[in-house]
């Protein structure tokens, strides 16, 4: 952000109707690249806590959920609720922390480390994975999820 307010200061000083494009320009797209962002951490957040209503509310109606290389897992809001709401009811913690990130217009791509505890005949288990997931944010809310395990 003080990178484009200087270019601003720099183009209102010196008259560069170029510099001011670009630094408008640039502008757009951190905005859009946090609002892209904004949601998929919401959602995540959400996730950790496993706070369906939270969660669900970060997702399109029409989301679309798959897993590679399998394909299409599931479609619609109604279906994630039923599959996260027995994950979060089974499990007694649950943590997805990102490791990397990478954003690529309404994409968001990140690599995650998520553990799960659970009960089991009495005992409790953990249960830890990498995973990749992409995210395609539309109109503010997560449209499509690729998971890649």
Not at 94 to 118: C, H, M, P, S, Y
């Amino acid at each position: 952000m003080k990178l484009i307010c200087t270019l601003l200061s720099s183009a209102i000083l010196f008259g560069s109707s170029s510099l001011s494009t670009s630094a408008f320009a640039a502008s757009s797209t951190l905005e859009a690249a946090k609002s892209v962002t904004d949601i998929v951490d919401i959602q995540l957040k959400a996730y950790n806590n496993r706070d369906i209503d939270a969660f669900l509310a970060t997702y399109h109606k029409d989301v679309e959920i798959h897993y590679f290389p399998e394909g299409l897992k599931y479609k619609g809001i109604d279906k994630l609720k039923e599959e996260y709401e027995l994950m979060f009811n089974r499990v007694s913690y649950l943590n997805a922390k990102i490791t990397n990130r990478e954003i690529q217009g309404r994409f968001v791509v990140d690599t995650e480390e998520v553990t799960a505890k659970f009960m089991y005949q009495g005992k409790e288990h953990e249960n830890k994975f990498k995973a990749i997931a992409t995210y395609e944010v539309e109109d503010g809310l997560i449209k499509r999820v690729l998971f890649l395990k």
